[in-house]
């Protein structure tokens, strides 16, 4: 058991080497919210190879991962790229009346009560890096893009699902705290736990957690005030993301996975039968009615 002194030393050690982002063998490191094809469909081949190699996810022929909520206007894929190649990626999904949030599987009950007291809520999900990029901390300058998108889009709560091994580090680090018990999550084979931060109070959280002097890394400085503009030159956003995919793109998407609308419920599947009209029933991927006829 870790005393006090110790305990607090450890979250020291840990603070202070995240910021050390390793960017040496990084060709034209960028950050930015996907919008070509390519972008996305390296993002989702990321998402497959590393949820694979935890058993996540299941072996597939498209080596590709997404789901529904990916394919939203409002949901946003950011990734960390290395001149062409994406190295990490992580997408903020909104909630939304017809879809709601991923973790209303499990944790619907504690989601519906933020939203009972109006608050706009928004969920974290597809965290990935490629493996050899697995110690370059890459994910916290995500993490500081999609902080300061939600932000933007005036998004109350924050939420995510992760596996209890996971849970000190989102706790002590990014400060978010339980928001719901563990559960089994079916989908992935393995445990989860519910996490929240409130946004309207996080950027004081994070100036109590890092204004101490002897912590070497201030993620309040680095989240709330500094640019780094070698990576990260265009931070301020000026439109809150409302755009679907690619019709091409989609249309590879659906083909590769058609399950994806057919495990919908009925207004799920007709709100994205009709958004993405053109990528379903123009070329004959689906004929109209067959999809519905297969739910």
Same mark, same amino acid.
């Given at each position: 058991?870790?005393?006090?002194?110790?305990?607090?030393?450890?979250?020291?050690? @840990?603070? $202070?080497? +995240?910021?050390?982002?390793?960017?040496?063998?990084?060709? !034209?490191? =960028? %950050?930015?919210?996907?919008?070509?094809?390519?972008?996305?469909?390296?993002?989702?081949?990321?998402?497959?190879?590393?949820?694979?190699?935890?058993?996540?996810?299941?072996?597939?022929?498209?080596?590709?991962?997404?789901?529904?909520?990916?394919?939203?206007?409002?949901?946003?894929?950011?990734?960390?790229?290395?001149?062409?190649?994406?190295?990490?990626?992580?997408?903020?999904?909104?909630?939304?009346?017809?879809?709601?949030?991923?973790?209303?599987?499990?944790?619907?009950?504690?989601?519906?009560?933020?939203?009972?007291?109006?608050?706009?809520?928004?969920?974290?999900?597809?965290?990935?890096?490629?493996?050899?990029? @697995?110690? $370059?901390? +890459?994910?916290?300058?995500?993490?500081?893009?999609?902080? !300061?998108? =939600? %932000?933007?889009?005036?998004?109350?709560?924050?939420?995510?699902?992760?596996?209890?091994?996971?849970?000190?580090?989102?706790?002590?680090?990014?400060?978010?705290?339980?928001?719901?018990?563990?559960?089994?999550?079916?989908?992935?084979?393995?445990?989860?736990?519910?996490?929240?931060?409130?946004?309207?109070?996080?950027?004081?959280?994070?100036?109590?957690?890092?204004?101490?002097?002897?912590?070497?890394?201030?993620?309040?400085?680095?989240?709330?005030?500094?640019?780094?503009?070698?990576?990260?030159?265009?931070?301020?956003?000026?439109?809150?993301?409302?755009?679907?995919?690619?019709?091409?793109?989609?249309?590879?998407?659906?083909?590769?996975?058609?399950?994806?609308?057919?495990?919908?419920?009925?207004?799920?599947?007709?709100?994205?039968?009709?958004?993405?009209?053109?990528?379903?029933?123009?070329?004959?991927?689906?004929?109209?009615?067959?999809?519905?006829?297969?739910?």
């Amino acid at each position: 058991m870790l005393t006090g002194q110790d305990r607090r030393r450890t979250i020291r050690i @840990r603070r $202070s080497s +995240l910021l050390q982002c390793k960017l040496g063998d990084i060709d !034209r490191p =960028a %950050i930015k919210i996907a919008e070509e094809p390519d972008e996305y469909k390296q993002a989702f081949g990321i998402i497959y190879e590393e949820y694979l190699k935890e058993t996540y996810a299941k072996p597939h022929d498209s080596k590709l991962l997404y789901s529904a909520y990916s394919m939203l206007p409002k949901s946003v894929t950011f990734i960390f790229k290395s001149y062409l190649e994406v190295l990490s990626t992580v997408t903020l999904v909104q909630d939304t009346k017809i879809f709601g949030l991923p973790m209303d599987c499990l944790y619907k009950s504690e989601i519906q009560a933020l939203r009972d007291s109006g608050r706009k809520v928004a969920e974290v999900a597809n965290l990935a890096t490629r493996r050899v990029n @697995r110690w $370059s901390n +890459l994910m916290i300058y995500l993490a500081k893009a999609l902080y !300061r998108y =939600a %932000i933007f889009c005036k998004v109350n709560d924050v939420v995510i699902m992760v596996n209890p091994k996971h849970v000190r580090f989102y706790k002590e680090i990014l400060l978010f705290e339980e928001f719901g018990e563990e559960k089994y999550y079916e989908s992935v084979g393995a445990p989860a736990i519910a996490l929240r931060a409130n946004m309207d109070s996080f950027s004081k959280s994070l100036e109590g957690a890092y204004s101490e002097t002897d912590f070497e890394t201030d993620l309040y400085s680095f989240f709330v005030k500094v640019n780094n503009d070698i990576i990260e030159p265009e931070m301020q956003y000026s439109v809150e993301k409302n755009r679907l995919l690619d019709m091409q793109l989609a249309r590879e998407l659906f083909k590769a996975r058609p399950e994806l609308l057919q495990n919908l419920d009925p207004k799920q599947r007709e709100y994205l039968e009709v958004a993405y009209h053109q990528a379903l029933f123009c070329g004959g991927l689906f004929g109209e009615g067959e999809l519905r006829g297969h739910a």
